[in-house]
């Protein structure tokens, strides 16, 4: 089944917030969760987006999203080869709001130390071997390196880049990814909900990623692959304190100083 359109990304940049979006149009069948179809370690042969589309689908734009499709390269040719005249959506987000976030998901999920963001970002950053999920962290925020990668395969006018801070500010930039797909605005829209907002609460961060780490079974590259058994005998003692994450002046540097030539590369190809 050839796909319309496909929400490539980026990570912690608001993809949630557009499948919501997306999913209340009569005009889209989209399943809610993420497709790991091309980025999957098993693609071609596991979840195929075919299985999520029926019927009663065959009449409407059909579409599928996640957010790391924007920051693996072997993604864009297996999209190529699978739809050639999809369109792809991309949402942006300012840089270190983008790595702050990434980085308090992982903290929580117990796929990196639980190390406060004012301090272990500057150590990711610094070596980004010193865990396996750092380099996905920094990737997925090199925003200009994978969208050369898709602009290699597709042309400009089936890529729509939205950004975030003016998405959610703005009814035309809305109004502009159902004009993209050639169909109208669904009714519900404005207000925008709140969706998958994240976690800023160091203490709850910490009180999460204790959880995790007792419930869930890793690989070697700190993959979430499975379940404890007595997962549901896992306790942990509440932490009343809260220790709102602001990230310091210093931190947020480092990251814009990082991503500086891709951000400059982004503005150069118009984005």
């Not at 999203?65 to 040719?77: F, I, Q």
């Not at 109004?175 to 009714?187: R, V």
């Not at 995790?212 to 005998?233: C, H, Q």
Request: aromatic share 10%; net charge negative; proline share 8%.
């Amino acid at each position: 089944m050839i796909l319309d359109f496909i929400v490539i990304g980026a990570q912690k940049s608001g993809t949630t917030l557009l499948t919501e979006l997306l999913r209340r149009s009569p005009e889209i069948a989209m399943p809610g969760h993420e497709v790991r179809y091309f980025r999957d370690p098993f693609y071609p042969d596991k979840e195929n987006p075919d299985i999520y589309f029926g019927e009663s689908d065959q009449p409407k734009l059909k579409g599928i999203k996640h957010p790391a499709y924007l920051g693996n390269p072997e993604v864009p040719d297996r999209i190529k080869a699978h739809s050639p005249q999809v369109k792809l959506i991309a949402i942006l987000r300012d840089p270190p709001d983008r790595t702050l976030a990434s980085y308090l998901h992982y903290v929580r999920m117990g796929q990196i130390p639980c190390i406060h963001p004012d301090i272990g970002i500057p150590k990711l950053f610094a070596d980004p071997q010193a865990s396996p999920k750092y380099t996905d962290i920094i990737a997925f925020g090199n925003y200009s390196h994978y969208l050369k990668l898709y602009l290699e395969q597709f042309s400009r006018e089936q890529i729509l880049i939205l950004h975030l801070e003016s998405f959610i500010t703005s009814r035309n930039e809305v109004s502009s990814l159902f004009d993209f797909l050639s169909i109208d605005s669904p009714d519900n829209i404005w207000p925008l909900p709140s969706i998958n907002s994240g976690i800023y609460d160091w203490t709850e961060c910490c009180h999460l990623h204790q959880l995790s780490r007792l419930s869930f079974l890793y690989d070697e590259m700190n993959n979430i692959v499975g379940r404890k058994p007595d997962i549901n005998e896992k306790r942990l003692p509440t932490e009343e304190r809260s220790e709102p994450v602001r990230l310091s002046y210093e931190a947020r540097e480092i990251i814009s100083r990082f991503y500086a030539i891709s951000q400059q590369e982004l503005a150069e190809l118009g984005y």
